[in-house]
T-cell receptor, first 113, second 113 residues
């Protein structure tokens, strides 16, 4: 079975400040890890993913995440928050041979001007 | 560039009524799935399909039925709607190689009164 933990349902960040969203996962097989973003009243859009290879992955809109196997983590960062980053962010995990994509409970990001 | 199309976008049902949520994809994805999204709960898997004629249960399957007669379509049926099924429903699809990630529809907002 696989699972994801995202702490802090609501995250407030000042415009221009660092965005850091934490994701820890549990997986019985080598994981495939994803971050999705959901803007109000829309579906989920893929931000970035880790499957194999380089552990630091870059995504859209200036976001990046680092896979750390020893810490079972895949934290999402962006150096400087923009007002347009206000959205809900979900971390998700699946793996080779696994038919299920398991989601964390999400982080609602509020950007303060 | 349709991707994953869900209909309807909004629906209000009375308790005990039945209905079908439609999902269609035009990317020739083998894998399709249904999720429900509730505040503070993230996305929870209802049912999924790894190909035409093959379906299986997710973590919250009770009260829902699915079938997959074609690669393109994966409808979700509510047999007898209950207020607990008030939620936002998302359909997602993927190639059998999950490393490509999942494409989501824009969702159906269902209210059961």
């Amino acid at each position: 079975a696989q699972s994801v933990t995202q702490l802090g349902s609501h995250v407030s960040v000042s415009e221009g400040a660092l965005v850091l969203l934490r994701c820890n996962y549990s997986s019985s097989v080598p994981p495939y890890l994803f971050w999705y973003v959901q803007y109000p009243n829309q579906g989920l859009q893929l931000l970035l993913k880790y499957t194999t290879g380089a552990t630091l992955v870059k995504g859209i809109n200036g976001f990046e995440a680092e896979f750390k196997k020893s810490e079972t983590s895949f934290h999402l960062t962006k150096p400087s928050a923009h007002m347009s980053d206000a959205a809900e962010y979900f971390c998700a995990v699946t793996g080779y041979g696994n038919n299920r994509l398991a989601f964390g409970k999400g982080n609602q990001v509020v950007v303060i001007p | 560039n349709a991707g994953v199309t869900q209909t309807p976008k909004f629906q209000v049902l009375k308790t005990g009524q039945s209905m079908t949520l439609q999902c269609a994809q035009d990317m020739n994805h083998e894998y399709m799935s249904w999720y429900r999204q509730d505040p503070g709960m993230g996305l929870r898997l209802i049912h999924y399909s790894v190909g035409a004629g093959i379906t299986d249960q997710g973590e919250v399957p009770n009260g829902y039925n699915v079938s997959r007669s074609t690669t393109e379509d994966f409808p979700l049926r509510l047999l007898s709607a209950a207020p607990s099924q008030t939620s936002v429903y998302f359909c997602a699809s993927s190639y059998s190689d999950r490393r490509h990630g999942y494409t989501f529809g824009s969702g159906t907002r269902l209210t059961v009164v």
